[in-house]
């Protein structure tokens, strides 16, 4: 690969034995020197953060991620367990790796699973999901002056800001990219 590769946020290359995600990237070029690409990287087995500087003419590496469907079971202690409905093996991913995505993790929800090196390494969630609020305090009167909100659990253990209308049982549709409330869906 050559830097220009780089610009895709989201690509996925391996430097050493690690899978790199590409978070961020800038290009540069002084007078005489060759073109530079600066990068911020995550670590996708550890999650650490790291910049990097590479250099026209360094050898980037595609790292060799193989994505399949499966869906969530259950938690048990820091363990998350999958299902592979091709071959219908069960197999688990720690929670380390997969961070904050597990506040949209709810039984049966069919996700899509990244592999490196067949290891499992982390999970992509579908853009929005359904949960239902399990908690939520009542709507007071009089608080009804711009866009008013409350805070409310859901049944993943997630705390989200939510419209007053919302109430406890109530499903309602949450972006996994933002982690914001998008609309209440009805019953």
């Known amino acids: 690969m050559d830097i220009n590769d780089l610009k895709k946020i989201g690509l996925i290359i391996k430097i050493g034995d690690k899978p790199l995600q590409v978070l961020n990237f800038s290009h540069g070029r002084t007078a005489q020197r060759k073109a530079t690409v600066k990068t911020k990287l995550r670590n996708l087995i550890t999650g650490q953060v790291l910049e990097k500087t590479f250099n026209s003419g360094d050898e980037i590496r595609e790292a060799d991620i193989k994505k399949e469907k499966a869906s969530f079971l259950y938690k048990s202690g820091n363990e998350f367990y999958f299902l592979?409905?091709?071959n219908f093996e069960q197999f688990t991913v720690?929670?380390?790796?997969?961070?904050?995505?597990?506040?949209f993790l709810k039984d049966e929800l069919e996700i899509v699973v990244l592999y490196f090196e067949d290891q499992p390494i982390s999970v992509e969630l579908p853009k929005k999901v359904d949960l239902k609020?399990?908690?939520?305090?009542?709507?007071?009167?009089?608080?009804?002056?711009?866009?008013?909100?409350?805070?409310?659990?859901?049944?993943?253990?997630?705390?989200?800001?939510v419209p007053i209308f919302v109430e406890e049982n109530d499903i309602v549709r949450v972006n996994t990219e933002t982690g914001e409330?998008?609309?209440?869906i009805l019953n």
């Open 84 to 86: 592979n409905p091709k």
């Open 94 to 103: 720690p929670q380390n790796l997969l961070g904050e995505k597990t506040n």
């Open 133 to 161: 609020v399990v908690s939520a305090p009542p709507a007071l009167k009089g608080n009804s002056v711009n866009k008013p909100s409350k805070i409310a659990t859901l049944e993943t253990g997630l705390s989200l800001s």
């Open 181 to 184: 409330y998008v609309e209440r």
